[in-house]
């Protein structure tokens, strides 16, 4: 039993390491969005929801005796802002944006789901709510951005199409 909470808790320092990473890419992807307002809406309504995920996720490591990994999250940050700049020289960083994006919060919705699963396995059924409360954000906004892509895309190629800034 000792190694399936042992996993659960490395699992979930992964997941609030994941949540911070999650909130300096999408920061960066909101901070140079200039032309797809809708877009940023929604990303600036994510972040926020994204925040309150990783609060939870400590409260839940404090609730277990654990603390938060420090390392792991510095190292989700630093890899997060190379993927941001990154992303600045795109000549479509809007549409390859939205495309990681979508691609993120799939990856997110396996945590959670893994997550609930190891909650259950150990009968931790007030942590499992959480998760299952998050999850649920996560395929709100992969539903989103999955239900707009289309938009995206064809505003960016109109963009691009008039010879304006169409990139973000």
Do not use: C
Not at 12 to 19: K, L, P, Q
Not at 44 to 60: A, G, Y
Not at 108 to 133: C, H, P, Q, R, W
């Amino acid at each position: 039993m000792a190694d399936l909470r042992d996993h659960y808790i490395d699992w979930i320092r992964d997941a609030h390491a994941m949540e911070e990473q999650a909130v300096t890419m999408l920061t960066g992807q909101a901070k140079r969005l200039e032309h797809y307002p809708e877009l940023k809406a929604r990303i600036e309504q994510h972040i926020r929801e994204t925040e309150n995920q990783s609060k939870q996720l400590e409260r839940v490591l404090d609730s277990l005796g654990d603390d938060s990994s420090t390392l792991k999250d510095l190292a989700g940050k630093t890899t997060a802002s190379m993927q941001a700049m990154g992303g600045m020289f795109a000549s479509d960083e809007v549409i390859k944006g939205s495309m990681a994006g979508y691609t993120f919060e799939n990856m997110e919705m396996a945590t959670y789901k893994v997550l609930i699963a190891a909650a259950e396995a150990l009968g931790d059924a007030s942590n499992k709510s959480i998760f299952e409360a998050i999850l649920e954000e996560e395929k709100a906004m992969a539903a989103w951005l999955w239900d707009h892509l289309d938009d995206t895309t064809r505003q960016y190629l109109a963009r691009n199409e008039a010879d304006v800034t169409a990139k973000r």
